[in-house]
């Protein structure tokens, strides 16, 4: 099965900062990368598909980037909203995983 | 709009069997393979299971090989988890997912989830 590992696992930070998640697969994925965010009791949200493909709909402060095995998750302005839990998922593998997920915290 | 109601959650002794369904709506249910995921209490998402659309290709997490069974109906806009030996660590919130069909394979739709709770 292919890993996938999140850094950090948690982080504080204010309105306005700029926040990078990375995620990293313990096997070359090419750029079958999706990001999701997960707001407490809710179902997650697709963000980011194909590891820099924006979905319809969600603002353009985030963004990915990435390919291979090294991926990264960027909210450049960060705002009251987006204060959640964020996931990244392969579907390269017919057994998709998840990373360990990221909480994004008020600092 | 695309909808996806989960149903049969509960709760349930360890080695019990249950059933979970999904209703689909709002689009052509037929068309779009589907996923099971799951997330136990405070804990992150954990895929469980995934259906093509003509239920020619099925795959499992390690986790719940030879104990859980998706399967569908595609005359009646539906998706199905059976769940047998049921373990106190398959406690969670089990979710419906429809996957894209384009070829990228993420999931573009979700449902509320529905609770399973395995305990004496």
């Known amino acids: 099965d292919i890993q996938m590992t999140q850094s950090p696992s948690s982080l504080s930070a204010s309105v306005g900062d700029r926040v990078t998640i990375t995620c990293r697969a313990s096997?070359?994925?090419?750029?079958?990368l999706n990001w999701y965010q997960q707001k407490p009791g809710k179902a997650p949200k697709l963000l980011i598909y194909a590891a820099s493909s924006l979905q319809s709909g969600v603002p353009s402060r985030f963004s990915g980037s990435g390919s291979g095995t090294d991926f990264i998750f960027t909210i450049s302005s960060l705002q009251p909203e987006d204060f959640a839990t964020y996931y990244c998922?392969?579907?390269?593998?017919?057994?998709?995983?998840f990373g360990q997920g990221t909480k994004v915290e008020i600092k | 709009e695309v909808q996806l109601v989960e149903s049969g959650g509960g709760l349930v002794k360890p080695g019990g069997s249950l059933r979970l369904s999904c209703a689909a709506s709002g689009f052509t249910f037929s068309s779009y393979n589907m996923n099971w995921v799951r997330q136990a209490p405070g804990k992150g998402l954990e895929w469980v299971s995934s259906i093509s659309s003509s239920s020619s290709y099925i795959y499992y997490a390690d986790s719940v090989k030879g104990r859980f069974t998706i399967s569908r109906d595609n005359a009646k806009n539906s998706l199905y988890l059976q769940m047998n030996s049921l373990r106190a660590e398959d406690t969670a919130v089990y979710y419906c997912?429809?996957?894209?069909?384009?070829?990228?394979?993420?999931?573009?739709?979700w449902g509320q989830g529905t609770l399973v709770t395995v305990s004496s």
């Open positions: 096997q070359s994925i090419s750029n079958y």
């Open positions: 998922q392969q579907s390269y593998s017919t057994l998709r995983t």
């Open positions: 997912a429809r996957v894209e069909g384009s070829g990228w394979y993420y999931i573009d739709y």
